[in-house]
């Protein structure tokens, strides 16, 4: 079992030099859920998130947790310059870098597929949004199984 809010504070606190560096504001909502996951392999993947959102020009993460029909959902939404709506159904993809990796210039189209390769291999499901010029938001859903009572 694994509380969100020790999770995302953990992550947090692994990159606070950089956020503060980049004077990146950090805004938690709701982590008051508890999931059963592989923790270690989980704050791999926020950090990679975290990363991707430094990268393409956030000022401003948060992190939000809820209930939904069957499971848990955390959101890693930031304001960052977004995904180009063409390119949502690909940004899991082996080595897609798309039109802001190509602009950014330090993307290597790996950090989002092995995220999903990794939330696949624990039951979870990773969904990303986006509005191009408002930021992006990541999706982790814990679903409701036998582990969960």
Not at 1 to 10: D, Q, R, Y
Not at 48 to 70: C, H, P, W
Request: with cysteine; proline share 2%; hydrophobic share 40%.
């Amino acid at each position: 079992e694994t509380a969100l809010a020790e999770l995302v504070g953990c992550v947090l606190r692994q990159d606070a030099k950089r956020l503060i560096a980049r004077k990146i504001s950090v805004q938690t909502e709701d982590l008051t859920h508890t999931v059963r996951t592989d923790a270690k392999w989980l704050r791999f993947i926020l950090r990679q998130m975290i990363d991707n959102s430094i990268k393409y020009g956030a000022t401003r993460l948060e992190f939000v947790s809820r209930e939904s029909a069957g499971g848990i959902v955390l959101l890693l939404r930031d304001n960052g310059v977004g995904i180009p709506t063409q390119e949502l159904a690909r940004v899991f993809e082996k080595g897609f870098t798309g039109e802001n990796g190509r602009r950014f210039g330090r993307s290597t189209g790996l950090g989002l597929y092995l995220c999903r390769l990794l939330c696949q291999k624990m039951g979870l499901e990773l969904a990303a949004s986006s509005v191009p010029g408002e930021g992006a938001t990541m999706e982790i859903r814990f679903p409701l199984n036998d582990f969960y009572v």
